[in-house]
């Protein structure tokens, strides 16, 4: 099979010819037909932030398809099924797992970063990540609801615990955090503030449920943020970039005992108001990664009802062949990507 390989950072990856993986009693083989490529990739190909288990290997953890074989012990799935894939694999046995937290599990490994990944004509997976996507549903779209869009669910459903009417804050509206922003209006959000210095991105975040939108080169997030709220701040802010200054931003529009979400991932220390402050004012800090495959069911039921819509969220879609093409793309920016995908059919 063909597959897009990693060798070392700064590398153009490489179309091999591989084996196609065998399969285990419990694993899943998926004849892969689209897979999300994301800033994780970048990390690894251009920048050597995120450190693969080995190389050469297979990049690619955004992956639907159709299911092409079955190990011995597989009984609740059939050759033919559409699939997409939770790329988180996990132990279903640490604390974590058990209490419903499987994105960290203890000893989690991940599709396409510590194990062959999805750019590839077909991939090996457990059983139990697969999540059935329905017909109305494209495999590209199938793909990045793995990724792109159920993180910011898990951020805003579980971890900021939104509640019917609350005002929201959402820092950066790239490819998680315009999903954030259609998800919080989805569960209630009574107000959604986009913050972001692309005026193009903020142009996207009023097409799908923005409120209000900032751009910190024009105007302070912070003051406008509270006079938007009357002086209160944002019952709950996210911030989806992993910078400094942002998460700083984030932290000084929340109201007192509000909820700050971080869930962007960046190299520099967090600074956090001094205990005098952030004490008496009850502030909840958090962090937020990934989700679990019953969040991913949970997105892609309301993809399939209509209420969350992502045919706009992918900008483009390239062959297999293309994949450096398509990388560069999402790298430079160029044309200020939501989520690019590559197309895996022939």
């Known amino acids: 099979m063909r597959a897009a390989r990693f060798y070392k950072v700064g590398k153009p990856l490489k179309t091999d010819t591989v ?5 285990g009693p419990g694993d899943v083989l998926v004849n892969m ?29 955004e992956p639907s398809g159709v299911i092409a074989a079955l190990g011995s012990e597989v009984r609740d ?31 989690r490994t991940v599709v396409g970063i510590h194990t062959e990944g999805g750019l590839a004509e077909f991939l090996k997976v457990p059983a139990g990540n697969l999540v059935r996507l329905p017909e109305n549903i494209p495999f590209d779209q199938g793909g990045i609801a793995v990724d792109a869009v159920a993180t910011p669910f898990h951020a805003i459903t579980n971890r900021g615990a939104l509640k019917v009417g609350e005002k929201v804050a959402v820092f950066g509206c790239g490819g998680l955090g315009i999903h954030g922003v259609q998800i919080a209006k989805i569960c209630g959000a009574s107000l959604v503030i986009a913050v972001d210095t692309i005026g193009s991105s903020l142009e996207r975040a009023k097409k799908v449920g923005a409120d209000e939108v900032i751009n910190p080169t024009k105007e302070k997030p912070v003051q406008k943020i509270k006079e938007m709220t009357g002086g209160m701040g944002a019952d709950l802010v ?16 929340a109201r007192t005992g509000g909820r700050v979400v971080v869930v962007g991932l960046g190299p520099d220390a967090i600074s956090l108001p001094p205990p005098s402050v952030f004490v008496r004012a009850e502030l909840s800090f958090l ?60």
């Open 19 to 23: 084996p196609i993986p065998e399969l």
């Open 33 to 61: 037909k689209a897979c999300g490529i994301c800033g994780s990739d970048i990390h690894i190909v251009y920048e050597g932030v995120t450190p693969t288990a080995y190389s050469p290997i297979t990049l690619g953890h």
């Open 77 to 107: 799935w059939k050759v033919g099924e559409r699939v997409t894939v939770n790329p988180f694999l996990t132990c279903g046995k640490c604390i974590n797992c058990i209490s419903g937290n499987s994105q960290i599990c203890l000893s």
């Open 238 to 253: 996210l911030e989806f970039i992993g910078l400094k200054e942002m998460i700083e931003q984030a932290i000084g529009c």
């Open 287 to 346: 962090g937020s990664y990934g989700s679990s495959t019953a969040e991913i069911q949970s997105v892609i039921d309301l993809v399939a009802s209509g209420k969350l819509k992502l045919s706009d969220s992918i900008t483009e879609r390239f062959p297999l062949e293309e994949v450096n093409k398509a990388l560069d793309h999402l790298h430079q920016k160029i044309g200020n990507p939501i989520r690019i995908v590559i197309l895996l059919e022939r």
